[in-house]
């Protein structure tokens, strides 16, 4: 007999103790651990099992307020980025892609050292990687992959570059994992709830079947023809369902169809390159398990239209990351513009730069005395009359007080300036 391939999902809360899970409604399956369900347990389960699969319906009406939405978050990034230099958007370009590299593995329980990461997508983009960032082989293949799927969006979708994607993915040779190929079994995503027991969310399409949906996943992908009649945007919330749904590898699935979201993107007429969905996902990750997990079951039939929605907003919240992103860089750009006649050293120059690409709250409790004499290895008498010198010339505003007092970019002015 052979047992299911088990593709844990991760506990939403990783990097704190986990709760307790919540009773799961009386349908979801559960199993004890490497036990191959018999056929009446996963009958009329998941969609895949629907006779008119995969003819997923949707209803428009539903579609037009957040379809609308996320149509003019994205109209407002394309808006933000047309002012953009050449230099500033490969910039841009840089810290949103390595942001979405990052993410997508994080969403997995899979941390990438984010200085690698950010390397390995500046070497992508023609931009001087930090030297001193550690090189990273998944990071390499993250940024691969991503690229891969920005730049050459217009070549057709295949097995073969699926498989490839996969390889980038798993550099190293694992034995539980098919690397680079489709998986030879079946697949479940399910979370361990004991030592002994597991509760199933989707048991994927049967590995016969999996040639056949997955050649007719690719072919509808690629067509052209019809294009016009389905929002691109719809299309990239399809091509997200309807790929996880298949799950053709042993594992990475989610990382695949989060790169086949952003090609789907990449590929609407008027999408942006900037329009990056992981990012945005992590920061929800459990609404979009729930999601998914939702939209794949089979008494809710094959109707899309709720995922669909969830989808739209995530696009929308994704663009108004991206173009807040956008408006840090220009208003970087506007500081040094304002202050290029200013009597600032190199080390006040430094610390500037670290307050300015952390963006507004990005860095936590401000420049302090003490962090600055950290950063710029200086005395904290010279940290101090740094910092005053600075907030004298208005290139930071101070709050707090005493030996509190501390120091930001004055974000307000700079942003509505």
């Known amino acids: 007999m052979q047992h299911p391939r088990s593709h844990p999902r991760p506990h939403p809360q990783d990097s704190s103790p986990p709760e307790p899970l919540a009773a799961p409604p009386p349908e979801v399956l559960r199993l004890g651990r490497g036990i191959l369900p018999a056929p009446e347990q996963i009958r009329d389960r998941w969609i895949w099992q629907h006779p008119d699969w995969p003819g997923f319906t949707w209803d428009w009406e539903r579609l037009v307020e957040p379809l609308g939405d996320a149509r003019q978050a994205l109209g407002r990034l394309q808006m933000a980025g047309q002012v953009l230099t050449p230099q500033a958007t490969r910039a841009v370009l840089a810290e ?6 990052v993410s997508s593995s994080a969403i997995e329980g899979e941390p990438i050292n984010p200085a690698s990461m950010a390397a390995s997508i500046a070497r992508h983009l023609g931009l001087p990687p930090d030297p001193n960032a550690p090189i990273d082989r998944h ?3 993250i940024a691969a992959v991503l690229w891969d799927a920005m730049r050459n969006h217009a070549s057709a979708l295949s097995v073969e570059r699926l498989c490839c994607w996969h390889r980038a993915l798993f550099p190293e040779s694992r034995p539980d994992i098919a690397v680079g190929m489709l998986r030879p079994g079946p697949v479940q995503v399910s979370t361990l709830v004991s030592e002994e027991e597991a509760i199933v969310h989707l048991m994927a399409v049967p590995r016969e079947r999996l040639e056949s949906e997955l050649d007719r996943f690719i072919a509808w992908f690629n067509q052209d023809e019809g294009r016009g009649s389905l929002d691109g945007l719809v299309r990239a919330g399809l091509t997200h369902l309807w790929f996880v749904t298949i799950h053709p590898f042993d594992d990475g699935n989610g990382r695949i169809a989060r790169a086949l979201t952003d090609l789907a993107l990449a590929k609407e007429r008027a999408g942006d390159p900037l329009a990056r969905m992981s990012t945005r996902i992590l920061q929800v990750r459990p609404e979009y398990y729930a999601a998914l997990e939702n939209a794949q079951a089979f008494r809710n039939g094959l109707e899309a239209t709720p995922w669909l929605i969830w989808f739209l907003r995530q696009v929308a919240e994704a663009c108004a990351q991206s173009e807040r ?5 220009l208003a970087k750009g506007a500081f040094w513009v304002h202050h290029r006649e200013d009597p600032i050293n190199e080390r006040q120059r430094k610390v500037l730069n670290r307050l300015l690409d952390a963006g507004p709250g990005g860095f936590q409790g401000g420049m302090t005395t003490r962090k600055y004499a950290s950063l710029t290895r200086c005395s904290l008498i ?8 600075l907030a004298m010339l208005g290139c930071l505003t101070a709050f707090g007080g005493g030996r509190s007092t501390a ?5 307000n002015a700079l942003l509505d300036g």
Do not use: Q
């Open 325 to 329: 992103i956008v408006r840090r860089t």
């Open 382 to 389: 010279t940290a101090s009359r740094d910092l005053s010198d």
């Open 96 to 101: 949103v892609l390595a942001l979405e590299g």
């Open 139 to 141: 990071a390499e293949g």
């Open 407 to 411: 120091y930001e970019i004055p974000w």
